[in-house]
């Protein structure tokens, strides 16, 4: 599967945002999937995962309560919806898509077997 996030930009903090990311070959439902960001300097991190139905999601202590990950399997299409928005959320946000009978956590980035190009989120204080 060939992963793409999109919608990225520049916000100040406390405004929204909304990511998506659609599939362009291969079909999501195939895969449980997750978000993680990279900020300059620093490692990659963790943020969101979902199964492949989108009955279960696990969410990073950072952004729990403020962002909300969602599926359309029908669109082939993951979205993650940003609010409350801090400049600490800035970075490059990917999606990436992981064998649901890979054992790793959802959370461990060598769980996911594809990856799309970021979309870059800047928030400003």
């Known amino acids: 599967v060939q992963l793409q996030a999109s919608g990225g930009g520049l916000v100040q903090a406390g405004e929204s945002l909304t990511l998506s990311c659609t599939a362009s070959e291969g079909t999501i439902s195939l895969y449980s999937l997750g978000w993680f960001r990279q900020a300059p300097g620093k490692d990659r991190e963790y943020v969101v995962a979902i199964s492949r139905k989108g009955g279960a999601t696990n969410y990073a202590d950072s952004v729990k309560g403020r962002f909300t990950i969602s599926r359309d399997n029908a669109k082939n299409t993951m979205y993650l919806q940003m609010n409350s928005l801090i400049p600490e959320d800035t970075a490059v946000y990917s999606c990436?898509?992981?064998?649901?009978?890979?054992?790793?956590?959802?959370?461990?980035?060598?769980?996911?077997?594809?990856w799309g190009r970021g979309t870059q989120v800047t928030v400003s204080s």
């Open positions: 990436a898509a992981k064998y649901p009978n890979n054992d790793a956590s959802s959370s461990s980035p060598t769980g996911y077997a594809f």
